[in-house]
């Protein structure tokens, strides 16, 4: 995403924190929720030069720093809005050049965006559009703003007051919030752009459709996805039912199918909440998982079991449809397959039953297709993600953007707020062009 490292490191070190995080800005919207939950070691800390001779420097503590200390000491910017003025130098516009004009020159009179969801790509989009002057309201089907930041990573990872503050700094921006309203159901994007005078939309829907094995037992209850796991805890307080409303089974013992870092994320929630055994069950080995090293010592420090090299061939469920076990299969691993992992096969004769009361899958998600279904003109692909220009988010609808996971499929909070960051350029600069052609066409 081309964070300016260096520069804001030094920053740092010459005791202008405050001046650091405006640096990063300039890129990177969210430092204080990067900063957490970025995968640093994979990103720019493997490239870090002092790497290998020793520890490489720790980037994402940083950048956590000094997002925070602007959080604590920096009020005044968040009134203003004013931390981050967009630089658009690494922007190219869709034919490949760079877009001419500096967009805090924009003159955006107050015209109407409509944004999509509320997941990092929105807010980006959101904030910068705002800074710009554009009147910018967000779309969200959930009752909750700040998408997977909220709803997914669990709270001892990424605390919500973070989001909030993020939420909160784009509300002083007079960025409009509308929750519970699913566009593409509640309001189309035709109504949006026809009947309701937004100029322009942005997709950042995400990718919050889950996947499931297709074996039998699937639907008995206590059988959930990861993400309906993590919503119910995280934003329902399921664990503490009935204080809350959403009634979810407590205590007994969980199995997580699957083995990367949203797995880890469930298996480690479902401790905190109080499972009395929490197992990851996964048909390859720990070298094939696709985890953060460290989240997967996090879990087995705090108690999770692994089951490597095991898939569940069904689940098994009581005459009142509640889950009571699952049968596995043990798995030898062969030769890589086109993923590059080794190519799990079942063993023979190697069936067992796991006694369980709760089973998670965690093997991935689909992109949200509401919006794709629902908007004549907008181009999705085989796998159901929107059709972007990757370097302006446009899609094949006029006026209409996208990005993030919506785009690509389960990727990462980084990818999404850059997606959102080029996108607010090519909304503003669409957006200026529009207005132009529409002052002439006045004109003549
Ligand atoms: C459990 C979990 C843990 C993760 N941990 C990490 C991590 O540690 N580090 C990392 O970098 N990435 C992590 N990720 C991935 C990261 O969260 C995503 O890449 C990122 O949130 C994608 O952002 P987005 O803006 O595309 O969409 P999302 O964050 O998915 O937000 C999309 C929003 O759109 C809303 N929406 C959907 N359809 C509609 C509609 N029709 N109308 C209105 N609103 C709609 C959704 O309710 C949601 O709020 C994790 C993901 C999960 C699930």
């Given at each position: 995403?081309?964070?300016?490292i260096?520069?804001?490191?030094?920053?740092?070190?010459?005791?202008?924190?405050?001046?650091?995080?405006?640096?990063?800005?300039?890129?990177?919207?969210?430092?204080?929720?990067?900063?957490?939950?970025c995968?640093?070691?994979?990103?720019?800390?493997?490239?870090?030069?002092?790497?290998?001779?020793?520890?490489?420097?720790?980037i994402?503590a940083?950048?956590?720093?000094?997002?925070?200390?602007?959080?604590?000491?920096?009020?005044?910017?968040?009134?203003?809005?004013?931390?981050?003025?967009?630089?658009?130098?690494?922007?190219?516009?869709?034919?490949?050049s760079?877009?001419?004009?500096?967009?805090?020159?924009?003159?955006?009179?107050?015209?109407?965006?409509a944004?999509?969801?509320?997941?990092?790509?929105?807010?980006?989009?959101?904030?910068?559009?705002?800074?710009?002057?554009?009147?910018?309201?967000?779309?969200?089907?959930?009752?909750?703003?700040?998408?997977?930041?909220?709803?997914?990573?669990?709270?001892?990872?990424?605390?919500?007051?973070?989001?909030?503050?993020?939420?909160?700094?784009?509300?002083?921006?007079?960025?409009?919030?509308?929750?519970?309203?699913?566009?593409?159901?509640?309001?189309?994007?035709?109504?949006?752009?026809?009947?309701m005078?937004?100029?322009?939309?942005?997709?950042?829907?995400?990718a919050?459709?889950?996947?499931?094995?297709?074996?039998?037992?699937?639907?008995f209850?206590?059988?959930?996805?990861?993400?309906?796991?993590?919503?119910?805890?995280?934003?329902?307080?399921?664990?503490?039912?009935?204080?809350?409303?959403?009634?979810m089974?407590?205590?007994?013992?969980?199995?997580?199918?699957?083995?990367?870092?949203?797995?880890?994320?469930?298996?480690?929630?479902?401790?905190?909440?109080?499972?009395r055994?929490?197992?990851?069950?996964?048909?390859?080995?720990?070298?094939?998982?696709?985890?953060?090293?460290?989240?997967?010592?996090?879990?087995?420090?705090?108690?999770?079991?692994?089951?490597?090299?095991?898939?569940?061939?069904?689940?098994?469920?009581?005459?009142?449809?509640f889950?009571?076990?699952?049968?596995?299969?043990?798995?030898?691993?062969?030769?890589?397959?086109?993923?590059?992992?080794?190519?799990?096969?079942?063993?023979?004769?190697?069936l067992?039953?796991?006694?369980?009361?709760?089973?998670?899958?965690?093997?991935?998600?689909n992109?949200?297709?509401?919006v794709?279904?629902?908007?004549?003109?907008?181009?999705?692909?085989?796998?159901?993600?929107?059709?972007?220009?990757?370097?302006?988010?446009?899609?094949?609808?006029?006026?209409?953007?996208?990005?993030g996971e919506?785009?690509?499929?389960?990727?990462?909070?980084?990818?999404?707020?850059?997606a959102?960051?080029?996108?607010?350029?090519?909304?503003?600069?669409?957006?200026?062009?529009?207005?132009?052609?529409?002052?002439?066409?006045?004109?003549q």
């Amino acid at each position: 995403m081309g964070v300016p490292i260096r520069d804001f490191i030094k920053l740092i070190a010459e005791g202008k924190p405050l001046e650091a995080v405006r640096r990063i800005k300039e890129v990177n919207s969210l430092p204080a929720v990067c900063g957490r939950v970025c995968p640093q070691e994979h990103q720019c800390e493997l490239h870090c030069v002092v790497n290998g001779k020793r520890e490489p420097v720790s980037i994402g503590a940083l950048e956590r720093f000094a997002a925070d200390y602007e959080l604590a000491h920096d009020s005044v910017a968040l009134i203003s809005g004013n931390t981050a003025p967009i630089s658009n130098g690494a922007t190219p516009s869709r034919n490949g050049s760079k877009p001419s004009h500096d967009l805090r020159d924009s003159k955006a009179d107050g015209q109407k965006v409509a944004v999509v969801g509320t997941g990092p790509a929105s807010l980006t989009v959101a904030g910068d559009l705002a800074r710009l002057g554009y009147q910018v309201t967000l779309f969200e089907a959930l009752h909750a703003s700040g998408g997977v930041l909220m709803y997914g990573i669990p709270e001892f990872r990424l605390p919500k007051t973070i989001v909030a503050a993020e939420i909160d700094k784009l509300k002083l921006q007079g960025v409009e919030l509308r929750n519970n309203i699913v566009i593409g159901k509640t309001i189309t994007i035709d109504q949006l752009m026809n009947e309701m005078g937004y100029g322009a939309v942005f997709v950042g829907s995400g990718a919050g459709s889950p996947k499931f094995m297709g074996i039998p037992g699937e639907n008995f209850k206590g059988v959930y996805s990861a993400n309906e796991f993590l919503t119910r805890v995280n934003l329902m307080r399921a664990n503490r039912f009935p204080e809350y409303d959403t009634p979810m089974k407590m205590g007994g013992r969980m199995a997580v199918i699957g083995a990367g870092d949203t797995a880890m994320d469930v298996v480690r929630t479902a401790i905190r909440v109080g499972a009395r055994e929490a197992s990851v069950v996964y048909r390859r080995s720990d070298k094939e998982m696709t985890a953060r090293i460290e989240d997967y010592r996090d879990a087995e420090e705090e108690g999770a079991v692994f089951e490597w090299q095991t898939n569940p061939v069904r689940i098994l469920g009581n005459e009142d449809g509640f889950v009571y076990a699952m049968e596995c299969v043990r798995m030898e691993l062969g030769e890589p397959d086109e993923s590059g992992r080794r190519r799990p096969t079942p063993i023979p004769d190697s069936l067992f039953i796991m006694e369980l009361d709760m089973v998670v899958m965690a093997l991935g998600t689909n992109a949200n297709p509401t919006v794709g279904q629902s908007t004549p003109g907008l181009t999705t692909n085989v796998a159901g993600h929107i059709v972007v220009d990757p370097e302006t988010g446009a899609t094949t609808r006029r006026g209409v953007f996208a990005g993030g996971e919506v785009t690509t499929g389960s990727a990462t909070v980084i990818l999404a707020a850059g997606a959102g960051k080029r996108a607010a350029a090519a909304i503003d600069e669409y957006l200026r062009i529009e207005s132009r052609s529409t002052t002439v066409s006045a004109v003549q």
